[in-house]
């Protein structure tokens, strides 16, 4: 059994050793919870952006893109509702004096309940072999059903005791439900605080005329802000989108877990606006989209599941996260909201500017409906970056670390490696480096034997390694390995471009959402 804390700490200190993640301001012992990618990460992640973009945007005739300034007007941060409301609930051990959102501790524990029907269910599954019906077992088990009850009948009570802000009720049943700290191991809990997100700042020169500004939290407003600009720019028929990928920035209580929880990070948010009563269908519709997208990644069907909220957010009627199995668990990777009129009737009403939209079909005017597709860029990262380290046995014995990043979002398509230093062969890998690098991100690698390199390139997730040797010199050959199946091929120099294509090209993957 692989000891899935192990194989995180090994995703962590593999994406520092290959050029991926590194702790911001390391020199100076690093600032918590905040990272800065490196030479391939920046690479990864300018092509998940890519990925995104191209799906949301360039594949949507009714789609538009915008980049919005991370700074807005502060009267935007209570019509939003983020002054007031955007506040996580913390509580402190008073033994070992740490933090923790009170409401993760509760879903914690209800994710080990959950975790024990799991287990029963894989018992039952080897007891009964072929013969087992997951479904009846699962609604039919004494056992199972006790544990499922118990798990509802936590979070029902979770999300009744924060809707109605009964702070007290959430530190009861921490207390009822015997957590303890995980670090010093006892139940000696302080009282459960709202906790505002926001990070604050100031504008202006002088102390006196300087304005309280709010690092923006989320993308999304600033799409709301612009939403008839664009719709009357655009010349922009109901039902449109409007998307964006920037930075966010929130003070997260507990920042663990690397880059899934971050005080600085990057979201692709696309708000769909719709005729007010179509919220249903198209929320249904986004869902359905968005899953096809993750799916096209062949990243394993089975890492990825709905997570329909009972607790809604301040601005939904309907609630939705993607789950994806990361080495902690399945947890949060993109959010699916239904928000109803709520951000546009109340920048409406903070700004006294009318955002409605004039339908020509009913000839009438009113402020849409939206659906919000929101994605983290970092937790996406991560998604593809923890899912594709590999270690693997190989038929001599020996073990490969690989990344094996999907084709189309990996750093480096190509290493164009000469056989040896001399011979001429390095002038020719140079050559053919000439040539792809119009279409492809490439590197040259000359040093240590050639198996090394292979390993080198299997590690840093570069697809195809193009080995030039003596027999390239005498008939314009060379050899292509494949990073995943280890193949080796002997094909001709002019046809290298179209077999990387082949792979690496965005619109085949796109192809897979349709
Ligand atoms: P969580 O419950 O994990 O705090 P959330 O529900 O507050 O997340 P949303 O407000 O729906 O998250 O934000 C949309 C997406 O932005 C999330 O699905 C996630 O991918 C990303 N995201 C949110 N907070 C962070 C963070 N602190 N660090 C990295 N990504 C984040």
Redesign the pocket.
Known sequence: MVNQEDVFRKVISHAKEYGYVVQSSEIYDGLSAVYDYTQNGAELKKNIKDYWWKAMVQMHENIVGIDAAIFMHPTTWKASGHVDAFNDPLIDNKDSKKRYRADVLVEDHVAKIEAKIDKEVEKASKRFGEAFNKTEFLTTNPRVLGYQEKAQSIIKRLSRSLEAEDLEDVKNLIEELDIVCPVSGSKNWTEVKQFNLMFGTKLGASAETATDLYLRP?TAQGIFVNFLNVQKSGRLKIPFGIAQIGKAF?N?IV?RQF?????E?E?MEMQFFIKPGTQKEWYEKWKELRMKWHLSLGMGAENYRFHDHEKLAHYADAAT?IEFKFPFGFK????IHSRTDFDLSNHEKYSGKKLQYFDPELNQNYVPYVVET???V??MFLAVLSNSLKEEELENGTTRTVLKIPAVLAPTKAAVLPLVKKDGLPEVAHKIIDELKWDFNVVYDEKDAVGRRYRRQDAAGTPFCITVDHQTIENQTVTIRHRDTMEQKRIAIDSVNDTIAREVGIRNWLKKTE
């Open positions: 989320e929130r997260e920042a880059i899934f929880r971050m005080r990070f979201q996260d949060e990777l993109e959010g929101s994605i983290g970092d937790r």
